[in-house]
């Protein structure tokens, strides 16, 4: 009998939806995570988007952008309180972003930009911040290749985020995260290499 195309083609669809219905291997261990940080990047991402929410409230930003923030982060919130469906803070998060962006006005321009002062939206700084806090859990859990991986992009936004006058419009403490954590990342990097024989 000959095998088409097509019926190769159902047979890896069907395969791959058996697949996606079982529950992996691990997943019941997520279940038992009720507080605390997660070593999972967006679990990471997230929590920068709802430090940035606070400041961006704070500073009476656009409720637009805000609103254009908000859409991925309450995304990403569903998939992590399915994922981790007892955690706390990942069902307040997405309880307040929800009711946060219940609140924008529909009409209010996505387009405004977030003013100097909020850098929600900056690629540097978010990954910097993410992927420090990321590969600290990395390294801890003797995750060493990925730590490493993570520390290589720390390093590159450290020198974006250090040139002079970079964060000049960021609130101080900010500005002071980033300067008082380098040389922690610097001592991770070394750790990283180490492990990694590099």
């Not at 070593?39 to 988007?49: L, P």
């Not at 996505?110 to 690629?123: I, K, L, Q, S, V």
Request: hydrophobic residues 40%; aromatic residues 10%; glycine residues 4%.
């Amino acid at each position: 009998m000959k095998t088409t195309p097509l019926a190769i083609l159902v047979c890896v669809l069907a395969l791959c939806l058996q697949a996606s219905a079982r529950a992996g291997l691990y997943d019941d261990a997520n279940k038992d995570i009720k507080t605390g940080d997660i070593a999972n990047q967006d679990y990471w991402f997230t929590k920068f988007d709802m430090m940035m929410l606070d400041l961006a409230l704070q500073q009476h930003q656009p409720e637009g952008r805000i609103g254009l923030e908000l859409a991925s982060t309450i995304n990403r919130l569903k998939d992590l309180t399915k994922a981790y469906p007892n955690h706390e803070d990942l069902k307040k998060w997405l309880a307040r972003a929800e009711e946060i962006n219940a609140k924008i006005d529909p009409n209010a321009q996505r387009g405004t930009p977030f003013n100097a002062g909020c850098p929600w939206d900056e690629a540097n700084f978010a990954q910097l911040w993410v992927n420090f806090n990321y590969s600290k859990m990395l390294l801890d859990a003797k995750d060493y290749e990925k730590a490493y991986t993570m520390l290589t992009n720390v390093m590159q936004n450290y020198d974006i985020m250090l040139k002079p006058d970079r964060m000049k419009d960021y609130p101080a403490d900010l500005r002071t995260w980033v300067t008082d954590h380098k040389a922690e990342a610097d001592k991770m990097m070394v750790l990283a290499k180490d492990k990694t024989r590099r």
